[in-house]
Every structure is written in C-alpha cells, then in structure tokens.
C-alpha cells in the first residue's frame, strides 16, 4: 500500500510553528501583516482569499482584504500596491491570481516591493530562488519540498519529472527541485512522447490542470507522485470514470453537485510508493506556507532572526 503524504498534518505542523513564531514577534512588539488583493468575484479566487485570511487570524496574523471591481484599473491596482509597500504594519502582500484579461499582472507583480513579496513572484525573488540565495519562495512549490522534507523523502540524485511549466508552479518547483540537487525534467503541452519521461520519474510531479491526466501506465512504479491540480468535476461520467462506485465520494458528489480531482487519475495512485491526495494533500500546505512567509517577510524586513 502506498503512503499517503497528508497535506493536512503538514500544514497542520507547519501552522504550530507559524503561531509559536508569531508569539515570538509579538514580545519583541510586532505583529506580521498581510494584506491580499482579490479582484473581482472569481468564485475560486473567493474561497481560497478566504481561507488565506481566516488562518491568518487563527494564527495572530494581521489581515486586511482589498476587493477592487472586476473593471478596476491597472493604475488603480497601482496605487493600491504602491500604498502597502508604504506601510509599516503590511509585511506581505498577496495580489490573488488570475486577474482580468485587462489588468497588466507582469507589471503589477513587479511593483510589490520584493521584501514583501510573499508570493515569491517579484523578478527579484524569482531571481534569488534560480541563483540559490535566500529569498522569498512561491508558496505551493515551496509547500511540497517541505512536505518531501518532512516525511523523510530526499530528492538527491532522484530524476523528478514536473508536468507543467506555469509561473506559479510548475517553473519554481523544478528549481527547487534542482536545488535539493535531483536531476528534474520540466515536461509541458509540446513535450513529444510524455510517457517516456513520466514512466522514468521516480519523483513525479503534476501540476498541469486537467483531471485526472495522469493515469496508471504512466506512473512508474514505486514512484512519488506529487498531485498539485484541484479540478472540480460536475459531470456524473466523469465522475464514474474518476470515482467508480466510491460511496464517501457519492455522498460528496450528491451532497455539493461536485467533487474535486487532481491531475494524476486516483487509480494511478496505486502504482506509487507515497502520493499526496487531492483534497488533503498539497492544497492545505499553499496556505501555511503563505502565513510562513508573511512571518519570515516581518523578521527579515525588521533584521529579526
Ligand atoms: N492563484 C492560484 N494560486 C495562486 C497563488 O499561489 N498565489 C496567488 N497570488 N494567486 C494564485
């Protein structure tokens, strides 16, 4: 039977640390903040700002929620960054991706100030990250080489294999990856024959956004699969074709109308030695990593160990 990696524990260990650290702030005066910008009303968007701000107050983080409309200017979006670079008590800022078509997100990422960059997307930190100096780190790569750390798998000299070359994960985790000296392959929609790299990786990681694309035959055995996606799944064949007769998923599925899948198919899971479970697995360890790096931005923004 394969481990399976708990993003729940994880997040769980790392948000106990977060608290004591905050503890530790708050005798020295400081309280970390974070501020997070969440434009328009992406029902995602919603759910996860959400989450990010009610554990900031689970774990004595400061939090205020900026909720520009849908036709919000880039000029507005601004000012508004230009503004929290200002004040003292914002250690972090979290600008809540994808942002409507209109909105320049390169430029917008690149006006937080870097040390406040708690999504680690500032050229500056992506930057720090490729040239292995300390920095901040995107939060859901970040997440699951802690995850690795955590329960004992050691990346060196492994091949891991990244499907999907996204900004946000794809691109760092492969870096990170590098850093913990694998020998990583960075696959994506134009890589030829992708079955004859996911079937080397004896660390696979997906991170492409399409339910259930990773299946059996793909996975070579033994492996660590590493399932970043969250898809929602509303159609009953789709369903049947993820879930079979899983009577906990049925009650979900009745419940909501939808249940969600990651990238990597869950029959696929049985060919791993270790897999995270999508929900449960890397979702839950983004957040505690986003409060890790709103503490770590307060210290090293004050020259605080
Ligand atoms: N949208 C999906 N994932 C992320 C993330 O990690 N950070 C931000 N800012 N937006 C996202």
Do not use: W
Not at 24 to 35: E, F, I, R, S, W
Not at 80 to 92: P, S, W
Request: include cysteine; charge should be neutral; hydrophobic fraction near 45%.
């Amino acid at each position: 039977m394969p481990e399976v990696l708990d993003g729940v524990v994880v997040a769980a260990e790392i948000k106990a640390e977060v608290a004591e650290k905050v503890r530790a702030l708050a005798a020295n005066g400081v309280t970390p903040g974070l501020a997070v910008i969440l434009v328009g009303n992406v029902a995602a968007s919603e759910i996860y700002v959400r989450s990010k701000v009610k554990t900031c107050a689970e774990l004595g983080i400061y939090s205020e929620m900026l909720t520009p409309a849908e036709t919000v200017t880039t000029d507005e979006l601004l000012a508004m960054v230009a503004e929290l670079n200002q004040r003292d008590e914002i250690d972090g800022i979290l600008i809540q991706l994808p942002l409507p078509a209109h909105v320049e997100t390169r430029r917008l990422l690149k006006a937080v100030a870097p040390e406040k960059d708690v999504d680690g997307f500032h050229p500056v930190n992506v930057g720090r990250l490729q040239s292995g100096q300390a920095g901040l780190q995107p939060c859901t790569p970040a997440g699951v080489m802690e995850m690795l750390r955590r329960r004992g798998i050691d990346v060196a000299g492994k091949h891991a294999v990244v499907l999907g070359r996204s900004d946000i994960v794809g691109k760092p985790m492969a870096m990170l990856l590098v850093n913990a000296s694998a020998t990583v392959t960075v696959c994506h929609s134009r890589t030829v024959d992708l079955t004859s790299y996911t079937q080397r990786a004896e660390v696979l990681v997906a991170a492409i956004g399409r339910p259930g694309f990773v299946t059996e035959d793909m996975v070579r055995p033994g492996a660590v699969v590493i399932d970043v996606g969250i898809n929602r799944v509303t159609d009953e064949r789709k369903f049947v074709e993820f879930f079979g007769d899983d009577p906990a998923r049925r009650t979900t599925f009745a419940k909501r109308g939808s249940v969600v899948v990651g990238d990597v198919h869950p029959e696929a899971y049985r060919a791993s030695s270790a897999y995270t479970p999508v929900p449960g697995g890397v979702g839950a360890l983004t957040i505690a990593m986003l409060m890790a790096n709103t503490v770590r931005a307060a210290s090293l923004r004050r020259g605080l160990p």
